[in-house]
């Protein structure tokens, strides 16, 4: 039985709530040869009984993981369990879920060697949400030593080192550099991925040109995961497909891809090739146009085409008010799918007067569609655009909107949205910019200068403008944080040096502590009974409180910012400054330095911003007198006589 007809089944028997034909149905359907070969069309038919029963969905989900684990298929296993992860609520089976997922991830990646302290650095055994865990979990392994990654700037590369505690990665490139890099300036790819077997075995791909040529093309779509023009395939396909050959390939290549159902075509403006994950159906290439051509205006001509054909209807029309109504009849008529056809409209067309139409129905309808656009935004980023311009963009923080905008500025194979995406930017006197300022702490701002100087997008005096718009905002925004109370959920200020002695006791921690707590339970293993070993439940007791201490310093550290005392101002106390007070009662002087937490040293009159005595003094000037309390609990007034930076 094929997906669509199962589609319609599954939607017939949930609307009659014919529950018992339906779970019968689904084992029937598990039972066909071949079913389990592409698993994403079987959750595509879950999904919608998920939002209803989800109950029932769950049921569903853990008779394909059971299929699956019976097929000894971990990946496919995986996929299911991801999934069952978004509905499951229950603690307990929320456990053994963690154990089964963390069992797929043991299979796939058995020849890892660091597999068990990256599932631990996940936290998927324990509290942290499912997918966010694994999520972590596969970035980690997909970054590890050895493992090949493209930057957009520098091309391909490997890596070489890791600094997990900075989330920096240094990357040798093919083309000579060698680069530390972030987590998000660089993408991870597979050893059989098109772009790595064009630099270290082209001769793989020159034997597909005559094999297969289908599934060469299909590697390089899907590896660039963008929209490709003509021209570009070509570039992209030099010294794999010689000059002369080129026309012959190019010419059964494009006729294969016709009828590929993972390869979306566009033809509104320049034609465009782009892999799609999901498949396509693409009945209606071959038809007569005289079939579509004139617009269709009543709804049961809507009714008599498939989503293809819809699609192909709407994108060839020039008139908006034809469009409108066409799309009325779609939203009125096609009940079961017209929010698929919406997004796929939504995400094929380029014309700007539709993606209102389109999104104003999807937002309301799909809770996850801005999230698409949001996290899709290299595959789609014309939409992207638009959306970041538009009403439905306020759910996000500017901050991450405007890093997006910054990743297509500085992406070369993002070339052709770049007029866009500048107009974007400079759009009503650089609103995204100054929004996204407003949420940045002063180091965001320095790393956001540094980019900006490396674009080739932009012109020398919008740099210009640009850095002046940061520094002019930042530099306020620091001498404000560094002079209030700060909330202690949020930044936590240090020296250098405060940060690197913490960053020590990590280190001490992972390398020592925690590897020699693992000795001493192996050792109180040994002495029996578990369950009366005291021994045994000591030594589990102390790596568990190392293992907290080993997150609290992580969690600390990344929400950690060096002081920066240039930016320190001696109006009133902050952060980095040095206070000289005099009690009022018999003139005796007292120095107070304002450190972080991570800066303490009682001898040195050093204390934190967090101290009591600190909240005292912060944005105090000099003349205004405090009232500070003594170790025994006394009470003494002191009027503050100086203020200068501690650095």
């Known amino acids: 039985m094929e997906i669509r007809q199962a589609k319609a089944r599954i939607q017939a028997l949930m609307r009659s709530k014919d529950f018992k034909t339906l779970e019968d149905f689904w084992l029937e359907l598990l039972s066909q040869p071949g079913i389990l070969a592409d698993l994403n069309p079987l959750l595509e038919l879950i999904r ?23 097929k000894n298929d971990a990946t496919k296993t995986l996929a299911v369990l991801k999934e069952i992860a978004t509905l499951n609520t229950d603690e307990k089976a929320s456990r053994q879920l963690r154990k089964e997922i963390a069992d797929c991830y043991r299979q796939l990646y058995k020849h890892c060697p660091n597999l068990e302290d990256f599932i631990r650095q996940s936290e998927l055994l324990e509290n942290r949400p499912i997918l966010n ?10 970054l590890a030593v050895g493992n090949y990654v493209y930057s957009d700037n520098l091309g391909l590369g490997r890596v070489v080192a890791i600094d997990w505690l900075l989330d920096r990665f240094t990357i040798e490139f093919y083309s000579g550099k060698k680069v530390n890099l972030s987590r998000h300036q660089i993408r991870p790819l597979a050893k059989d991925d098109f772009l790595v077997l064009r630099q270290i075995s082209p001769d793989l791909l020159k034997a597909q040109v005559k094999t297969d040529p289908q599934a060469l093309f299909r590697s390089l779509l899907k590896s660039v995961q963008k929209p490709l023009r003509v021209k570009e395939i070509k ?6 497909v010689e000059e002369n050959d080129w026309e012959r390939f190019w010419e059964k290549t494009k006729r294969l891809a016709n009828n590929d159902p993972n390869i979306l075509i566009t033809t509104a403006g320049e034609r465009t090739y782009a892999f799609s994950p999901t498949r396509i159906e693409k009945s209606s290439v071959n038809q007569p146009k005289s079939r579509i051509q004139n617009p269709i205006i009543t709804e049961d001509q809507i009714n008599s085409l498939n989503q293809d054909e819809v699609i192909q209807l709407v994108a060839e029309q020039k008139n908006l008010t034809t ?21 796929r409209l939504f995400f094929i067309l380029k014309d700007k007067r539709v993606f209102m139409l389109l999104a104003s129905e999807l937002v309301n309808a799909d809770n996850k569609f801005s999230k698409t656009i949001f996290d899709a935004y290299r595959s789609y980023p014309l939409q992207f655009l638009w959306f970041l311009e538009s009403e439905f963009s306020n759910e996000f923080s500017y901050k991450a909107l405007f890093s997006r905008l910054l990743d297509i500025l500085a992406s070369a194979d993002l070339r052709i949205y770049w007029n866009e995406a500048l107009r974007c930017l400079k759009a009503n006197n650089w609103t995204v910019l100054q929004k996204a300022l407003a949420e ?10 540094q980019t900006i100087k490396n674009l080739p997008s932009l012109k020398e005096s919008d740099k210009i403008e640009i850095k002046k718009l940061i520094e002019t905002t930042l530099s306020s925004i620091e001498i404000n944080e560094l002079s209030k109370i700060p909330d202690p959920n949020q930044i936590i200020y240090s020296t ?29 293993r040994e002495f029996g009974d578990l369950s009366e070993n005291y021994e045994y439940k000591v030594a589990k007791e102390k790596q568990a409180r190392l293992i907290a201490k080993v997150s609290a310093l992580r969690a600390g550290l990344r929400r950690t910012k060096p002081i920066n005392f240039a930016n320190v101002s001696t109006d009133i106390v902050g952060i980095g400054t040095k206070v000289t007070l005099a009690e009022l009662e018999d003139s005796k002087q007292l120095e107070i330095t304002i450190l972080g937490p991570y800066d303490i040293d009682l001898e040195k009159g050093i204390i934190s911003y967090l101290a009591p005595i600190a909240k005292e003094l912060l944005g105090k000037k000099v003349g205004d007198v405090v009232t500070i309390k003594s170790d025994e609990q006394k009470t003494k007034k002191y009027r503050i006589v100086n203020i200068e930076r501690a650095g």
């Not at 919608?48 to 684990?69: G, N, R, S, V, W």
């Not at 940045?440 to 200068?449: H, K």
């Open 48 to 70: 919608p009984l998920a939002e209803t029963y989800p109950d029932k969905a769950l049921l569903f989900l853990t008779i394909l993981k059971e299929h699956c684990q019976d």
């Open 133 to 142: 865990a694994c999520t972590f979990l596969e970035n980690i392994l997909a």
């Open 235 to 240: 570039e992209m396909l030099s010294g794999i």
């Open 323 to 343: 469009i409108k109504k066409i799309l009325k009849l779609v939203r009125l008529s096609r009940t079961q799918d017209w929010l698929e056809i919406y997004s």
């Open 440 to 449: 940045m702490s002063a180091l965001d701002g320095q790393t956001i200068g």
């Open 496 to 524: 250098a040096e405060g940060i690197k002695k913490r960053e020590q006791e990590l280190q001490e921690l992972l390398t020592v502590a925690i590897p020699q707590s693992a000795k001493e339970i192996g050792r109180a």
